[in-house]
């Protein structure tokens, strides 16, 4: 008798153990999905009245790409994805620029740092310099982890059509450009 009220007692050890978990499972997903799903994210208009100086200082509105594909990446010169992925950028800006590709890099950098990267790189469109204001900025456009790359994809009749934390590889950047170009 004692050895089934023992076994009766375990049971419910780990039944209560087991309905635990899954209440910290649904916890998660549900706050997960909070934080992955952004909710009140500005449109392209917010992130087209955007102005910012370039690397030589001299201020860029971004609504001078309206009419473009526009692809703008909040970066970084310590950030290692954001360097990888810029090569790719620099590609297909020299590949599909003249189609109406825009590229813009809103750095979250000082001047010297991008001016001395952009160099090094080649680097073949603008280059703002956001400072710490532009993770605020990628915050407003979806980026709720306020981490880089960050890059918002804007339509040639200006609707946010992608937005993406994380690098951009190659076989993405190809099949959302070439949709919108």
Known sequence: MLAVVKRSAR???????ALAGVAALATGVYVARGVWS?????DSAALLDVALPDAEGKEQRLDQWRGKVLIVNFWATWC???REEMREFIRFQHADGAK???FVG???????NVRQYAKEIELNYP?????????????????????LPFTVVVSRDGKI????????KQTQLEQIVGKLL
Do not use: K
């Open 80 to 82: 290692a994805p954001c």
């Open 100 to 102: 109406g590709l825009q």
């Open 11 to 17: 049971r419910r050890w780990w039944l209560a153990i």
């Open 161 to 168: 059509v992608h937005r993406q934390l994380g690098p951009l």
């Open 38 to 42: 952004p909710t009140g994210v500005a």
């Open 127 to 147: 280059a703002l310099i956001g400072g710490l204001g532009a993770m605020q900025l990628s915050q407003a456009m979806g980026n709720e982890l306020m981490a």
């Open 106 to 112: 809103i750095a979250v950098d000082q001047a010297d």
